[in-house]
């Protein structure tokens, strides 16, 4: 059941990153994304709980945009070694990567992922933050169905979400980093509090 409620979390990340994109029509030299410096406390891989509770790492290469090599050309992320987390890195100089991977399987042991990667760069202003991807990845795969497989660029248009910073104590105590959507949906990242 929490594989599922992972898989159906970051499922709707993935639609809300693709729904809630809208043209840079700002800057007639668009050639150039914006960027602004991110804080000290945004800063870092921010993981999915799963990865988190795993205890896995971001891994900046789930997609290499280099050589369009995805998971180390390794079969599937679990396959790589070590296993990589997923989320979020916000780095101090505005750049951003974002690998998100989810994973369903149906009865018979039908098993599908999609992983998205993107890569760019963000403007924040306020509590909001604006991305602008320069690099945006997606690939599908099915076992019972590979007809209908695909690994495909996407369309690089940039999308605003609103941000809270939060704290959360179990065990240890997590920073919680959380987007907003303009249609209230939530996607919430963590990072063990330094």
């Known amino acids: 059941m929490r594989k599922f409620k992972n898989a159906m979390f970051s499922f709707i990340a993935f639609g809300l990153m693709s729904a809630y994109s809208c043209q840079n029509d700002n800057d007639p030299n668009s050639n150039v994304p914006p960027a602004s410096e991110v804080p000290t406390e945004l800063q870092g891989a921010w993981l999915e709980e799963w990865s988190l509770s795993m205890q ?49 399987s149906s009865g018979g042991g039908c098993q599908s992922y999609t992983a998205q990667y993107i890569k760019g760069t963000v403007l924040l202003e306020d509590n909001q ?46 920073e919680v980093l959380t987007f907003t959507t303009p249609e209230s949906s939530v996607i919430k990242y963590l990072k063990l509090k330094s």
């Open 129 to 174: 933050i604006t991305f602008y991807p320069q690099v945006r990845r997606m690939k599908y795969h099915s076992v019972c169905n590979p007809g209908n497989d695909f690994d495909r660029n996407e369309a690089t248009d940039s999308f605003t979400l609103k941000y809270d910073l939060s704290t959360v104590i179990s065990v240890n105590e997590y």
């Open 56 to 104: 896995h790492e971001f891994d900046p290469l789930l997609y290499n945009p280099a050589n369009n090599k995805w998971f180390g050309g390794e079969y599937d992320p679990w396959s790589m070694d070590p296993v990589p987390g997923f989320g979020i890195q916000l780095n101090q100089d505005g750049t951003f990567i974002w690998a998100i991977v989810v994973a369903t």
